[in-house]
């Protein structure tokens, strides 16, 4: 049997940055056959211990349907949080914007030193208000939690209805 003889080069380099194949587990320190084991090992394990576990409603999947969730049911909860820290940046970088550009005004120069200065405040600001964003987001989102933890019980409630709400399942048996 006679060998088929090579492609020739394409006229065009096809070769992309970014596109080039990556080996098993370089992204991200991964082996997915390792947590494939770990994973078939842990439900044995359950099996073992308590199947019962496998009957409840909680698991999103079964010998007889996998479940899914949907992206509506996640649209308010995103927008609620996300919510606070655009208030928050909102806050510091228009309000202390406004505030120091107030100030500025109020010094004696002439106006065009004076648009100098409110330019150099402006831009000034900006940068400041990004760093003070980023060092006091965390502070401001753990006293939202805080405030919050009163009505954890409706919001559960709410979240619950909101899962079911967009829950949908593919059934293994009927297709």
């Not at 349907?65 to 308010?76: D, E, M, P, S, Y």
């Not at 109020?106 to 405040?121: F, M």
Request: a neutral charge.
């Amino acid at each position: 049997m006679e060998e088929c003889p090579l492609l020739p080069e394409p006229r065009n380099n096809r070769r992309r940055l970014g596109q080039d194949l990556q080996p098993v587990g370089d992204y991200a320190g991964i082996q997915p056959y390792y947590r494939v084991c770990e994973d078939v090992q842990a439900v044995h394990h359950q099996d073992k211990c308590g199947p019962e576990a496998f009957q409840s409603g909680d698991w999103w999947w079964s010998q007889g349907r996998i479940r899914f969730l949907n992206g509506k049911a996640f649209i308010g909860l995103s927008a609620a949080q996300l919510l606070i820290p655009y208030l928050w940046g909102g806050l510091v970088l228009v309000g202390g914007g406004m505030m120091l550009l107030h100030y500025a005004s109020q010094v004696e120069l002439p106006d065009e030193l004076k648009s100098l200065l409110g330019l150099g405040v402006v831009l000034g600001w900006i940068a400041l208000s990004m760093f003070l964003i980023i060092k006091t987001l965390p502070w401001v989102m753990s006293a939202a939690a805080f405030l919050l933890k009163p009505f954890e019980k409706g919001l559960s409630r709410i979240m619950d209805r909101s899962l079911k709400a967009g829950e949908s399942y593919f059934n293994r048996e009927t297709g």
